[in-house]
Structure formats: structure tokens, C-alpha cells
């Protein structure tokens, strides 16, 4: 048995949003289409879980004995995940939502890289020109009230 549908959508992409900060860092605007990948598969597996029964709920230990754990720490309770009538349609939303911004984050980015690096070539224009235009005053006088 693998892990559970709707704990795929809550775990994945909580672990890879340090691979998609990365990718960011070497890729630039082309790592948006990862982060779109990952929530994409996140929507997919929480509409399957929402479509498997209504009310679907998952049930996990903290600290299960197979894998080590002791009689002890497996005695710490269990927690679970539930998504019932109620909360469908506000995870489904948010998860769309998201879904939607990482897709439209990918034009958004190379548009906004394309503009800052206008940005900065102008900036760095103007200030050679304004060095150039300035010359040292030797001997300049302040002026002062007394």
C-alpha cells in the first residue's frame, strides 16, 4: 500500500518547495514549471481522495512500532486527515487557485526579468552619463551663514 492520496497533497509539495527554491536560484522563470508540476499532481491526488467517498478520512500513528518505534512512543495517539462536503470545495479553490498562479507565474516572470534587466541597464546608462557630466570643484567654498 502506498501513502494515502490526500496526505500526497498536503506532504509533496511541502517537501519539494526547498528543490523548487533551488531551481529557482539556477533556472530562473523555467523553475515555475516545476512548482506548476508539483501542484498540478497535488490538485489531481486531492480531487481523487475527494472523489474515493465523502467523507474520506486518513489515519496515520505518530510513531509506528514496524518502524522502529516503541511500545511507548506508539502509545502517543494517532492523527488523521478528513475532508468531508464541507471542506471539498475550499480545498479544492485553494488548490486551483495555486495551481493557476504557478502556470501564470512563467509568461509573469520572464516579462518582469525582461523589465529589470531593462531597468538596471538604464539605470547603469544614466549614471555613467551623470558621472561624466559632474567635474571635481577644487577649492569650492561651503557656504556659510556667519
Known amino acids: 500500500m502506498g ?31 516545476f512548482s506548476f508540476a508539483v501542484l498540478l499532481y497535488s490538485t489531481i491526488m486531492l480531487l481523487y481522495s475527494a472523489q474515493i467517498s465523502n467523507p474520506y478520512s486518513e489515519s496515520y500513528t505518530w510513531f509506528p512500532q514496524s518502524l522502529g518505534g516503541s511500545a511507548l512512543l506508539s502509545s502517543i495517539g494517532n492523527f488523521g486527515l478528513l475532508i468531508d462536503g464541507i471542506s471539498i470545495p475550499f480545498a479544492v479553490t485553494i488548490y486551483i487557485i495555486c495551481t493557476a498562479v504557478a502556470l501564470y507565474s512563467v509568461p509573469y516572470m520572464k516579462h518582469r526579468i525582461f523589465e529589470l534587466e531593462g531597468i538596471v541597464a538604464e539605470h547603469s546608462l544614466v549614471t555613467e552619463v551623470g558621472e561624466q557630466a559632474e567635474e571635481p570643484k577644487e577649492n569650492s567654498k561651503t557656504n556659510s551663514r556667519f
Open 3 to 33: 501513502i494515502a492520496p490526500l496526505f500526497q497533497a498536503i506532504i509533496i509539495p511541502i517537501i519539494l518547495s526547498p528543490a523548487a527554491y533551488f531551481l529557482g536560484k539556477r533556472y530562473g522563470a523555467k523553475s515555475a514549471w
